[in-house]
């Protein structure tokens, strides 16, 4: 194999062309315009685990910090409380992307509507375009989040750490980018993401510099197979590789590309690695969509939900977060979380 094209230079594309580049011809493209860009994203993850998939690539990811949290505050309506954060921060995101593909052949502004476009040219297609998924077939059943996020200035920051404000179907969060801003968004299953968002603007205030949002795929990866299409192969969140109960893609789709750069020549190992790797994902979403519909039960689900806390605890250098189950239970539990509102 000599000529891959690299289809959409979000954070698992860009990874990808600097991490095949040295051993492959590696082409990328991407829809986006080189300085008309903006990752429709909060920009949160973790340090360490970060710094652990970059290192490869010999990027500091530290150069990109920027704002280290220390509690983050869960607000439930009626009550709140906060969260020791183990490593979560926010980081340029838009810079890391830039910069993992900078020396490369890459080519802004192309967007690829399907793989014939491509010619002859090219022994692999990377379908890496995140929630299109555009030289995939689609999915049959399809589970997405809305979203729509503000980067937001401040005269005064209005919450001084990482804040989220659950739903039954989504969430409300409050990610401080330093330097008096903010990303502050909103997902919904239910598609009222300018509802809430906007009263917690209401609320808070703020100038809005900047308007994002796009659907978020929560389907696991288990239930976007096949990966494999002709000479296109998906990686990332097109073939979902998003943490549903966190909306949580970042690292999990660095660890979807990392697990690819190791496979590129053998689909099956591929496949099985990534459907090992992400095994969990379909449990952690079985109960995520149960508690959407409003089908959640204390006695029945407890067994699912200790799971999900095992699990996680296991990943909270992944998350971020300390991993308490009582704070799992709070989150799932109360009034905000389970009401049809
Ligand atoms: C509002 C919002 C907030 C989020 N916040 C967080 C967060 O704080 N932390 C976290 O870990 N995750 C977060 N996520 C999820 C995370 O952003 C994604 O899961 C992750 O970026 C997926 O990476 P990817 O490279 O697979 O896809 P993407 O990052 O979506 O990249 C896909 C790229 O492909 C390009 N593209 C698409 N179609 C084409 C085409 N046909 N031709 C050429 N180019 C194309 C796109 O322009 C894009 O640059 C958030 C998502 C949303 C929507």
């Known amino acids: 194999m000599r000529k891959i094209a690299v289809v959409g230079l979000g954070v698992a594309g860009s990874y990808l062309v600097s991490r095949l580049s040295h051993e492959y011809e590696v082409v990328g493209f991407e829809r986006c315009d080189r300085s008309n860009c ?65 020396g490369y052949d890459v080519r802004f502004g192309v967007h690829i509507k399907n793989a014939e476009q491509l010619g002859d040219e090219y022994d692999l297609i990377i379908d890496s375009t995140g929630f ?83 659907p978020l795929r929560i389907t696991p990866p288990l239930m976007c197979q096949p990966y494999y299409v002709g000479k296109v192969v998906g990686v990332g969140e097109s073939i979902g590789t998003v943490f549903s109960v966190l909306g949580e893609g970042i690292i999990s789709s660095l660890r979807c590309a990392e697990i690819f750069s190791r496979n590129v020549e053998d689909p099956e190992a591929y496949t099985a690695e990534v459907l090992r790797k992400f095994s969990p994902y379909k449990e952690v979403f079985d109960v995520v969509a149960d508690k959407i519909r409003g089908r959640f039960s204390f006695i029945r689900d407890f067994p699912k939900l200790l799971r999900i806390f095992r699990y996680m605890k296991r990943e909270e250098e992944h998350c971020g977060v300390e991993i308490k189950m009582t704070d799992i239970i709070k989150i799932f539990f109360s009034k905000a979380t389970s009401s049809k509102r």
């Open 132 to 214: 299109p998924r555009t030289l995939l077939p689609k999915i049959s059943k399809d589970y997405v989040i809305q979203t729509l996020e503000y980067k937001v200035k401040y005269s005064k920051m209005p919450i001084d750490d990482f804040y989220i404000k659950p739903m039954r179907a989504g969430y409300i969060w409050f990610f401080p980018l330093g330097d008096s801003y903010a990303h502050v968004g909103c997902g919904d299953y239910f598609g009222r993401q300018r509802y809430f968002l906007d009263s917690f603007m209401r609320e808070h205030g703020g100038e809005i510099v900047k308007v994002v949002g796009r």
């Open 38 to 102: 903006y990752p429709p994203c909060a920009w949160g993850t973790s340090i360490s685990e970060m710094q652990r998939l970059l290192s490869p690539i010999g990027l500091n990811f530290e150069d990109y910090v920027l704002y280290k949290g220390k509690e983050m505050c869960v607000d439930l309506g009626g009550s709140r409380f906060w969260i020791k954060l183990k490593g979560l921060c926010t980081f340029d995101k838009l810079s890391l992307e830039r910069d993992l593909v900078d």
